[in-house]
């Protein structure tokens, strides 16, 4: 029975959400919160995973203060069979290091097969956290997930999809994925789900469960200091060079690459 | 809305089929009217969300939980809300699936209603050509061959008919008796001799399928007869008991689904240099449209109530739930396309096929004159009884 983990971040309504022009901070007081999209297609795909593979367990896992249960609720009514808290008052403030690392210390006490994560999350969009979480564990990463085509306890055939195509790759699990929105339809929460996630008690691992070092969690195990935040600027879509012979093409190539070479 | 103190389960219940609707329903309920298209993959989806069968006891793999029609009411207005001919589906399956709980044995809801808790869809057929308002007159014959029966007859304006996989059927057993000459059988799709003849072209619920069905020599085992031979009418009104409150339901969720776009439209909406809805004409309008539903749905729910706390005869509370649920839609509906105005008559808008589905809710499951027949009779009864 294979355990696959699925991270969640609790974000702020991406409808809502206001940068604070004095301070550069999201202001996220009285904002609705939501699961990060990205995330709930992570969450579907491990649903997707278990029922493929005849059996088995979701566990939906976040790190975040104690209303963050109710992101985890939320998973438990669209199918996760499981849901864990990490909550403690020495995990605020953490950056994406030191977040990953209360990840991998909860990976290590569930021992999964599979770890699914969007593939950043909307608030912040970093996409350091699943990448990061694969490096704590040792562990294989395939990011931008668009199909897992395979899945057997111990490997995975998966594709995934960059600017310049589609890969296709051969993974021995365990290992962490992190997926885009392409690889599934999330299902909708269905009355028994969300029946049972009202009910469900959802266990809070704070560092002791965890053996934790609070000075590797938290504000303490941060390196990161947010120097400014802005939306980021739109990126240019790359040229192709579609007409024409190769070796027009290649000329074309050649001649971008010299442009942008420093003098 | 006013507080009906909804059980925790309930709540959750309206709440998985409001994001249902707004989710999966909204985004194609033009398409499907236009083209005509059967919401299967809809229906499925309903099943999925475990709301195929709130109305089906939990041993049979439903989630009744003691109160089947007024869940089956509640997620019947939720899903009107936003489109009163994809509900149908859900709405009429139950009232195939009615028959089997009021009059099947035990073996027989074993058979099916575990089914239909699981998303097959049910359909119910009475009424025929020549058998509207007067079912007594039906033609399609049930007669006894050695341990079963053999069906000849054809059924017409059937909800769900060609869709569904699992039809509860009224014959005629015994023609010479009558109101007491009919029993109700179960069909399923596929069965030999059992075909559908042409789907209706209509004026509203264009996403749901109506059809004739036929039976031509369809040999039936006497297992699929529910309740004993000769009491077909009686299982019949009783699933009318049931099923009408059912009916009031998507005519009020359409009613309501009109009047929550027409004050949304209200407020938008600017003219002479303000939104309409700072006219007091209009303001009253929308007064009275409110009142008509609230009071609709507080009728709706107390006889939901009663019939689930086990009334004998709920007949006259059914008729009116129905009936006036009903006559608001439509008029709720059509005073909504006049709050739109001139986009309201354009199909551009949302607004004109309330009205064309809320007209079906007049008409089926006992028009309302039939409605009004029934209220009065049981009136001069009770008085009699005096």
């Known amino acids: 029975m294979m355990e696959i983990m699925v991270c969640l971040k609790q974000v702020p309504d991406a409808a809502e959400v206001r940068v604070d022009p004095a301070t550069r901070t999201l202001m996220r007081q009285g904002v609705a919160a939501m699961v990060n999209p990205f995330d709930l297609h992570a969450l579907e795909e491990g649903v997707r995973c278990r029922e493929r593979l005849g059996g088995g367990r979701v566990t939906a896992v976040s790190m975040g203060p104690p209303q963050a249960a109710e992101a985890l609720r939320e998973a438990l009514a669209r199918g996760a069979d499981a849901a864990v808290l990490l909550g403690s008052r020495v995990f605020a403030g953490a950056d994406t290091l030191a977040t990953s690392r209360v990840l991998a210390l909860a990976a290590g006490k569930l021992a999964p097969g599979l770890i699914l994560a969007g593939k950043q999350a909307i608030d912040a969009d970093t996409g350091q956290v699943g990448p990061e979480l694969a490096a704590w564990l040792d562990w294989p990463l395939v990011c931008y997930v668009a199909k897992i085509r395979e899945i057997s306890p111990a490997r995975a055939v998966v594709e995934r999809r960059l600017d310049s195509g589609r890969e296709v790759l051969e993974v021995d699990l365990p290992a962490v994925f992190t997926v885009i929105r392409e690889i599934n339809e999330p299902r909708l929460p269905s009355f028994k789900g969300r029946l049972r996630a009202k009910k469900a008690a959802i266990p809070v691992w704070d560092e002791r469960e965890l053996g934790a070092d609070p000075a590797e969690t938290g504000l303490a195990g941060s390196p990161t200091a947010v120097a400014e935040i802005f939306p980021p600027p739109r990126r240019e879509r790359g040229e192709m060079p579609t007409a024409g012979t190769p070796a027009e093409a290649a000329r074309l190539l050649a001649g971008k690459i010299r442009e942008c070479r420093p003098a | ?386």
């Open chain 2, 1 to 386: 809305m006013l507080d009906y103190f909804l059980s925790e389960e309930q709540s959750l219940m309206v709440a998985t089929a409001r994001e249902l609707a707004e989710r999966k329903i909204l985004p194609v309920r033009a398409r499907y009217d236009e083209e005509e298209r059967f919401p299967h993959e809809i229906f499925r989806a309903i099943a999925e969300a475990d709301l195929a069968g709130v109305y089906i006891p939990e041993e049979y793999g439903g989630s009744a939980g003691g109160s089947p029609i007024m869940n089956m009411c509640l997620v019947t207005e939720e899903l009107s809300k936003i489109c009163g001919g994809i509900a149908l589906s859900f709405a009429s399956s139950a009232l195939g699936a009615l028959p089997i709980l009021i009059a099947g044995d035990e073996e027989q809801k074993r058979r099916w209603l575990p089914r239909m808790a699981a998303g097959a869809l049910g359909a119910f057929a009475i009424t025929e050509a020549d058998a509207g308002s007067d079912p007594v007159a039906m033609r399609t014959l049930a007669v006894r061959d050695g341990d079963g029966y053999v069906l000849n007859g054809t059924k017409m304006f059937i909800t769900n008919g060609g869709e569904a996989e699992i039809y509860s059927v009224l014959a005629m057993t015994d023609r010479e008796k009558g109101a007491r000459g009919a029993s109700c059988f179960v069909v399923e799709k596929g069965a030999p001799g059992f075909g559908f003849g042409r789907k209706e072209s209509k004026m509203g619920i264009r996403a749901s399928a109506t059809r004739e069905l036929i039976f031509q020599d369809c040999r039936l085992p006497a297992a699929n007869r529910l309740g004993r031979e000769g009491s077909g009418f009686m299982t019949a009104m009783k699933t009318f008991d049931s099923s009408r409150p059912g009916v009031g339901s998507q005519a009020l969720g359409i009613a309501a689904g009109a009047l929550a776009l027409a004050i949304g439209y209200a407020r938008e909406r600017k003219q002479f240099g303000r939104p309409i809805i700072s006219n007091q004409g209009l303001q009253w309008m929308l007064a009275d449209m409110a009142t008509q539903v609230e009071a609709a749905r507080a009728l709706i729910y107390a006889t939901a109530r009663w019939i689930d706390a086990g009334a004998k005869r709920p007949t006259m509370a059914s008729a009116m739930s129905k009936c006036f649920a009903s006559d608001v839609a439509m008029r709720v509906t059509i005073d909504a396309i006049q709050v739109f105005g001139g986009v309201g008559y354009s199909k551009e808008y949302p607004i004109e096929k309330y009205a064309r589905d809320a007209k079906i809710t007049q008409i089926y499951e006992g028009t309302n004159q039939i409605q009004r027949d029934e209220i009065a009779l049981a009136l001069i009864r009770e008085a009699a009884r005096k």
